[in-house]
């Protein structure tokens, strides 16, 4: 089992940033592939970003291209997103997840493990 828990969320004005947590505890994640998705009311869950098991790789959703980062401290069990030049489209629940898959996917059925979720919301 692996636990995860997100932080770092809350409201912004457009063109702000935000950097969203995510702490992982439990069996070691340090062999997944981790990633971010996002869920807007009334809309599916969205692939936001992914990064490999090491940190060498790296893809995003071409919406959030250029603005957003994604990394992870293995040390620290801890993966990030970095959000910059927010827009009021990127209001959404941000979920963490781990996916067996150690290069991470877009595909949310191949995440085992989700967090709570962390509400992100920005004004125009």
């Known amino acids: 089992q692996v636990q995860l828990v997100e932080s770092g969320g809350g409201l912004v004005q457009a063109g702000g940033s935000l950097r969203l947590s995510c702490a992982a505890s439990g069996r070691t994640h340090n062999h997944y592939g981790m990633g971010w998705f996002r869920q807007a009311p009334g809309k599916e869950r969205e692939f936001v970003a992914a990064v490999s098991w090491n940190g060498g790789s790296t893809y995003y959703a071409d919406s959030v291209k250029g603005r957003f980062t994604i990394s992870r401290d293995n040390a620290k069990n801890t993966v990030y997103l970095q959000m910059n030049s927010l827009k009021p489209e990127d209001t959404a629940v941000y979920y963490c997840?781990?996916?067996?898959?150690?290069?991470?996917?877009?595909?949310?059925?191949?995440?085992?493990?989700w967090g709570q979720g962390t509400q992100v919301t920005v004004s125009s």
């Open positions: 997840a781990a996916s067996p898959n150690p290069y991470g996917s877009r595909a949310p059925s191949e995440y085992l493990y």
